[in-house]
């Protein structure tokens, strides 16, 4: 078992940056895949970004490739997404999932573990 929690989220306007944390208690976090995943108003659930157990290897959702960067801290229990150059359409809930298979996993139904979301809206 491994609980998260979300951090990090907030209003701000286009352009800006925001970092995002997930922090893990439970199971030891470096044996967990992780990945943020967001549900904006009206669409379903979708995959943003996601890294290995060593943090070796990420992957991202191609609506966020070269502003979004995911990475880890596995002697913190945490897990981060850098957002910079954000546009409104990143307007959403950000949930960070963590698995226990190995290599990257985009597909939302691999997640064992949800944290309870963190609210990002982005003003034009």
């Known amino acids: 078992q491994v609980q998260l929690v979300e951090s990090g989220g907030g209003l701000l306007q286009a352009g800006g940056s925001l970092r995002l944390s997930c922090a893990a208690s439970?199971?030891?976090?470096?044996?967990?895949?992780m990945s943020w995943f967001r549900q904006a108003p009206g669409k379903e659930r979708e995959f943003v970004a996601t890294?290995?157990?060593?943090?070796?290897?990420?992957s991202y959702a191609d609506s966020v490739k070269g502003r979004f960067t995911i990475s880890r801290d596995n002697a913190k229990n945490t897990a981060y997404l850098q957002m910079n150059s954000l546009k409104p359409e990143d307007t959403a809930v950000y949930y960070c999932?963590?698995?226990?298979?190995?290599?990257?996993?985009?597909?939302?139904?691999?997640?064992?573990?949800w944290g309870q979301g963190t609210q990002v809206t982005v003003s034009s």
């Open positions: 999932a963590a698995t226990s298979k190995y290599g990257l996993s985009t597909a939302e139904s691999l997640y064992d573990y």
């Open positions: 439970g199971r030891a976090f470096s044996a967990y895949t």
């Open positions: 890294i290995t157990r060593s943090g070796f290897s990420t």
